[in-house]
């Protein structure tokens, strides 16, 4: 049975950094994501890497968040910089074993963590 386990959320004040990290129990070398819910509103694409290695970002994160892994440990990483209130949610990583392209539908991913809450205060 696949396991995400996510980490890392916290509350901090606006401009802040933090990295969030998800362990898995199968290769991280197949496509994974970030997405975030926050509430009151529909889960939303943060980042993903597909099993080329290539990442691709929401418009929100491009510039600030950082998608990375690690095959050694199987970990996901996202590395949040400049964080905005707005960024506020759950955050949740995703795989599609047996896949090898991201999607930024979240239907379209089979395995979830169950989430690490990011308070942004301003």
């Known amino acids: 049975q696949v396991r995400l386990v996510e980490s890392g959320g916290g509350l901090v004040q606006a401009g802040a950094s933090l990295r969030l990290s998800c362990a898995a129990s199968v290769s991280t070398l197949f496509p994974m994501a970030w997405f975030r819910q926050s509430p009151g509103k529909d889960r939303e694409f943060v980042a993903a890497v597909d099993c080329h290695g290539t990442t691709t970002y929401s418009n929100s994160a491009k510039g600030r968040f950082t998608i990375s892994r690690d095959k050694d440990t199987n970990t996901l990483m996202l590395r949040m910089n400049g964080l905005r209130p707005v960024d506020t949610a759950v955050y949740r990583c995703?795989?599609?074993?047996?896949?090898?392209?991201?999607?930024?539908?979240?239907?379209?991913?089979?395995?979830w963590g169950q989430g690490t809450t990011v308070t942004v205060s301003s």
């Open positions: 995703a795989v599609r074993p047996g896949s090898c392209t991201i999607s930024y539908f979240s239907t379209s991913w089979d395995v």
